[in-house]
């Protein structure tokens, strides 16, 4: 009975959100580069824009994207004129932003993905786009082919004009679409006989060759496409991050069964990171420190802060030496590093926080 009211409540729940999607409204997730979010009243009034982390709290009051500050407006629309007019890929793209130190979200670096997600969206020709991927309870996030979109054209005010948009949708598909599998495979090739080693970064900033999440798609995985040009890659760090990947999950999972009415996961959008938040709105960080190779008889542990979450109270959670399981948890008030560091077993830095033999 539980399970068919709960599949009836989720019916209704995607009902009603697809309608708001019809009539152009935003349901949820994070705004993108360019765009902001508006908060807007029930008679299509604008109240207040949206910061980071607001939510609205009148039933009736909608949200809608609106463009953002003009330096960012400027930068999207340089970034479809240099495909289109320039006829640049993707990574010359991102570095040419980087080289002019253009800024991304966060103050950080732009990155192919970065890049082609401006030039995917359609919401920057001003379509609001929704239901492009479906995740039932705890299921894999699928995604769905454009004709099951819901798709409203002018949803919101576009930064870039609809044949714009088209224009560089032909140009991305015209440069692999038309490319056998063999085509992508020697590519491949002559990226590693040029630099003597492939990887998913090497590939996403070649000139020559589509993104890795092309190869992903025609091949079933990286490893495969490697696998049928007769790279030996050692695929250990991949399948390692893999296994933190899921000891991240686990935790996160233990420590709301351990206080279901004072814990709950909550994440912004299928690109950012899942996090804890408490009964007392305080959103806490969590990362995975794993044990490297020990120096000089030191045993240590690498830690990659998070440039979003740098400002959140985090917990940082050691691996044992197997990296199969925790070794020991520690609390701190913010993250204060910027990049990649090493712990060592009893380091000082360890003093700024909290350390927890147990979680409860």
């Known amino acids: ?52 982390g607001e939510r609205k709290s009148i039933a009736t009051d909608r949200v809608i994207l609106v463009p953002g500050p003009a330096h960012e407006v400027q930068c999207v629309r340089n970034i479809y004129k240099m495909l289109i007019s320039e006829g640049l890929s993707v990574s010359a793209i991102v570095r040419k932003l980087n080289t002019n130190r253009v800024e991304y979200v966060g103050n950080s670096q732009w990155t192919p993905h970065a890049v082609d997600s401006i030039l995917t969206q359609p919401k920057y020709a001003g379509y609001h786009a929704f239901g492009r991927t479906s995740s039932k309870l705890y299921t894999p996030i699928v995604r769905l082919p454009k004709s099951e979109w819901i798709m409203t054209p002018g949803a919101f005010e576009p930064i870039i004009d609809r044949a714009t948009f088209v224009a560089a949708q032909r140009i991305r598909q015209s440069r692999t679409i038309h490319q056998s599998n063999e085509d992508l495979l020697d590519g491949l090739r002559a990226l590693f006989a040029s630099e ?7 590939i996403e900033y070649s000139a020559l060759l589509p993104s890795p999440s092309t190869y992903a798609h025609r091949f079933g995985g990286l490893r495969r496409a490697y696998e049928l040009i007769g790279y030996g890659c050692n695929f250990e760090p991949i399948d390692k991050r893999g296994r933190i990947r899921l000891l991240r999950e686990d935790l996160l999972m233990q420590i709301k069964k351990m206080f279901p009415d004072q814990v709950t996961i909550v994440q912004r959008g299928r690109k950012w990171r899942s996090r804890l938040k408490l009964a007392s709105g305080l959103t806490v960080s969590v990362l995975i420190s794993h044990r490297g190779r020990t120096s000089r008889n030191t045993e240590k542990w690498r830690v990659d802060p998070v440039p979003r979450e740098r400002r959140l109270v985090t917990l940082l959670a050691r691996l044992d030496a197997q990296n199969t399981g925790f070794k020991d948890f520690h609390v701190f008030p913010n993250m204060d590093r910027r990049r990649r560091f090493e712990l060592t077993l009893c380091d000082g830095w360890l003093r700024r926080g909290k350390q927890l033999m147990v979680l409860s």
């Open 1 to 52: 009975m539980a399970a068919e009211y709960s599949r009836e409540l989720g019916v209704k729940v995607l009902t009603g959100m697809n309608r708001l999607a019809r009539l152009g409204f935003k349901q949820g997730g994070v705004p993108g580069y360019g765009m902001r979010r508006m908060l807007i009243s029930a008679a299509g009034i604008p109240k207040q824009e949206l910061v980071t």
């Open 196 to 202: 003597g080693r492939l990887s998913p970064r090497l």
